[in-house]
């Protein structure tokens, strides 16, 4: 075998190297051994040299030079030569042999040390497998030892990494996270933290790390090590319900109080597109209670921070605008529509329009008459539009009413009664609406008066009388006439005796009769007549009081006539002013009369 190899290459070189070393090894050994050398006798003429006995391989040399005495003489110089020459030569074998013998030897002891080297690795491996495989055990055995006790490593619980913890090591983590555990729950316009104390949260860690143990198979941990296991708290906690209520509730009453809560869709007038349309739904920020709490029950019981409501969780409107029902609601209350015509009255006087229009009447107006019943069908409020002919009439009627006004000289007086102004028939003018509206839908309404005034009244023009009128102060025995706003004349004026219960009415009223001449007749108070004849007669309450000249009084303008001389109730006035006056106006002019 091997062996047997090593042995026989061994054996080779020992005699290879037996066979070098027959010769004697080294210069010294061989000048030793084999020369015994005497100083040769030198001829001074350098021309031979002769030795007195010559001993070894020179004495060879010395006899062969004796036995052919008759050949030529060698030089000195060849034979040194020689020697040389030869030295050299067994100097060279010397270092043959020697490198012959190094090689063997070595070759010896390389072959001994790869031999012993075999055996030794030999022993060695067996020595570390069974190293190996008892430490392996060793290990094994630890380990499955260890990880009865212990989770696996790269083991986290909702992120609390519990790795290579024990039992006792993991609960403790888990059960801190449970201390400390509280959840936020935000929505619309909404957020609420819930602490886990408050609610007496808990969770069943022993249970938990049990199962991470089990599932961590102790006996195939070599296998398991380098595997990632996250667990969730889910299924192990636990709270209080009635106090999680308890909490929801307190927060969510106050909140929904506090914000835009959900409204249903509706029809409405717009003004835009003139028709009813479906007003959408508005989605408030106010949450149900329950549905907060059930919505908390779900990510309470997988231990999640925090809680994000949806839409679900919201008062929803109950109504939206798609609805079936608000569509045909809708098309029911624009089939109702379709009202356009003007309002006017007739005004007949000589300082307005006939027929003036003073309002519209559209589907802006009507659609705030048309309602629905119980059952969905569209109808009119008759009670709604009688009481807007009703609110039109009174804040347009003026007829015996009080009225305040400021004349062009800056005074501000109160009067009222008199016989001008505006008065209706409301229940003709409610007739005639309701026709328009139900059947003609077009066209011109009229309101129908007893009587007119000069102007409309309304927000711009709230004195009904206009600009052009005559002013009569009592106080002052002043009459004015105002044309467009500006005096055009002033005049003196005596007016009836209030003490002999003959005063001038005082009131708003209008010139009804004029004549020029005339003669003005009428009872005194101790029971005579008089019949006084006056060029400018100008009535402005019937035919019994008015403006007029008087023959028979020479003074006018006197503050304090009116106690003590007073005219039976008419305004006085001298005889150019009445002129004047008479030739200005017209009949239907308005007279204002006042105390200042």
């Known amino acids: 075998g091997r062996s047997a190899k090593v042995a026989a290459a061994a054996a080779a070189a020992a005699d290879s190297s037996a066979a070098t070393a027959s010769t004697p090894v080294g210069r010294h050994a061989t000048l030793a051994d084999d020369i015994s050398y005497e100083e040769p006798v030198i001829d001074r003429s350098g021309m031979a040299i002769e030795a007195t006995t010559p001993v070894g391989r020179h004495a060879t040399a010395g006899a062969h030079a004796t036995a052919a005495s008759a050949a030529p003489t060698v030089s000195l110089v060849d034979r040194l030569r020689t020697r040389i020459a030869d030295a ?20 010896v002891r390389r072959v001994h040390r790869q031999a012993v080297f075999r055996k030794v690795r030999k022993v060695a491996a067996i020595s570390l497998a069974s190293a190996i495989v008892l430490g392996a055990a060793g290990v094994y055995g630890y380990g499955v ?39 936020s729950v935000s929505g619309k316009n909404f957020y609420l933290l819930i602490r886990g104390q408050d609610i007496d949260y808990t969770a069943d860690t022993n249970t938990l790390v049990a199962r991470m143990i089990d599932e961590g198979d102790k006996w195939k941990w070599p296998l398991l090590m380098k ?76 231990m999640s921070s925090h809680v994000e409501l949806d839409d679900d969780a919201l008062i929803k409107p109950a109504v939206y605008a798609d609805s079936p029902d608000l569509v045909e609601d809708v098309d029911a209350m ?18 307005s329009d006939y ?12 659609s705030q008459w048309i309602h629905l019943d119980d059952n969905g069908d569209a109808y009119f409020d008759k009670e709604a539009m009688e009481q807007w002919v009703q609110d039109y009439v009174d804040r347009h009627y003026t007829y015996r009413t009080m009225r305040t006004y400021t004349r062009p000289d800056g005074e501000e007086f109160t009067m009222g009664y008199g016989t001008y102004g505006w008065d209706y028939n409301k229940d003709e003018f409610y007739n005639r609406l309701t026709s328009a509206i139900l059947y003609d839908k077009v066209g011109v309404v009229e309101i129908p008066c007893y009587q007119s005034a000069h102007v409309w009244i309304d927000e711009d023009h709230p004195i009904d009388w206009g600009d052009t009128y005559i002013d009569i102060t009592i106080s002052t025995q002043i009459v004015r006439y105002i044309v467009d ?56 309450i019937g035919n019994e009081y008015g403006l007029h000249d008087n023959p028979n009084r020479s003074v006018f303008g006197w503050p304090w006539a009116f106690r003590d001389a007073g005219s039976h109730g008419c305004c006085n006035l001298p005889l150019a002013k009445a002129k004047l006056l008479y030739q200005m106006i017209s009949i239907g002019c308005p007279v204002i009369v006042h105390w200042s």
């Open 145 to 183: 030892y260890h990880f009865s006790n212990h989770i696996m490593p790269n083991t986290t619980v909702d992120g609390v990494d519990v790795s290579n913890m024990s039992a006792d090591e993991a609960r403790a983590a888990l059960d801190a996270r449970v201390d400390a555990y509280k959840v």
């Open 355 to 366: 027929g003036r229009v003073v309002d519209h009447i559209g589907n802006a107006q009507v």
């Open 485 to 540: 706003g500006e005096e055009v004349l002033v005049a003196p004026t005596v007016s009836g005796d209030i003490n002999s219960d003959q005063g001038t009415p005082w009131g708003c009223y209008y010139i009804t009769n004029k004549l020029s001449p005339t003669h003005l007749r009428g009872p005194n108070g101790d029971g005579t007549f008089y019949d006084v004849p006056v060029q400018y007669w100008m009535a402005f």
């Open 227 to 302: 595997d990632s296991r996250a667990y969730a708290f889910e299924g192990v906690c636990s709270w209080n319900d009635s106090k999680l209520a308890g909490i929801v509730s307190e927060y969510v009453e106050p909140h929904n109080a506090g914000v835009t809560a959900s409204q249903d869709a509706y029809t409405a007038f717009s003004n835009e597109a003139d028709c009813f349309v479906a007003v959408p739904e508005i989605i408030g920020s106010a949450y149900y209670s329950a549905l907060v709490v059930d919505a908390a029950k779900d990510d309470l019981s997988r």
């Open 334 to 351: 624009n089939g109702l529509l379709g009202a356009d015509f003007d309002i006017i009255v007739d005004i007949t006087d000589a300082w």
């Open 88 to 107: 050299r030569t067994r100097r060279q074998e010397k270092k043959e042999a020697s490198a012959n013998l190094s090689a063997g030897r070595r070759a």
